[in-house]
């Protein structure tokens, strides 16, 4: 059973930031692709960044810049670094493997003004 855990977020000021972990376990970390998404309450959960297996990564427009994702496979981990955060950055977000149902409970952000 797959089993996602993340982590690492809060309440910061704009411009501020965080970096989010996510751990997973019960699945072959190495050759999948990771990604994060976000969430708030009544919309959809949106795609925020990926990293394929090679490294290879994908941001969407308003995160590029500020944002870096990252996976250290030996610890089954994948890091968000955000920077320069905005209010509008706020929301639960959760990481996922590419091509598998499974979330975590996600974490929640809060940038304040």
Same mark, same amino acid.
């Given at each position: %059973?797959? !089993? @996602? /855990?993340?982590?690492?977020?809060?309440? /910061? %000021? &704009?411009? #501020?930031?965080?970096?989010?972990?996510?751990?997973?376990?019960?699945?072959?970390?190495?050759?999948?692709?990771?990604?994060?998404?976000? !969430?708030?309450? #009544?919309? %959809?959960?949106? @795609?925020? &960044?990926?990293?394929?297996?090679?490294?290879?990564?994908?941001?969407?427009?308003?995160?590029? #810049?500020?944002?870096?994702?990252?996976?250290?496979?030996?610890?089954?981990?994948?890091?968000? !670094?955000?920077?320069? @955060?905005?209010?509008?950055?706020? &929301?639960?977000?959760?990481?996922?493997?590419?091509? @598998?149902?499974?979330?975590? !409970? #996600?974490? %929640? /952000?809060? /940038?304040? &003004?």
């Amino acid at each position: %059973q797959v !089993q @996602l /855990v993340e982590s690492g977020g809060g309440l /910061v %000021q &704009a411009g #501020g930031s965080l970096t989010l972990s996510c751990v997973a376990s019960g699945t072959i970390f190495t050759n999948v692709g990771l990604a994060w998404y976000r !969430q708030n309450p #009544g919309k %959809q959960r949106d @795609l925020v &960044a990926l990293i394929r297996s090679d490294g290879d990564t994908h941001y969407i427009d308003s995160v590029k #810049g500020r944002f870096i994702i990252s996976r250290e496979n030996s610890k089954n981990t994948v890091h968000l !670094q955000m920077n320069n @955060l905005k209010p509008e950055d706020s &929301a639960t977000y959760y990481c996922s493997i590419i091509g @598998l149902p499974d979330w975590g !409970q #996600g974490t %929640q /952000v809060t /940038v304040s &003004a």
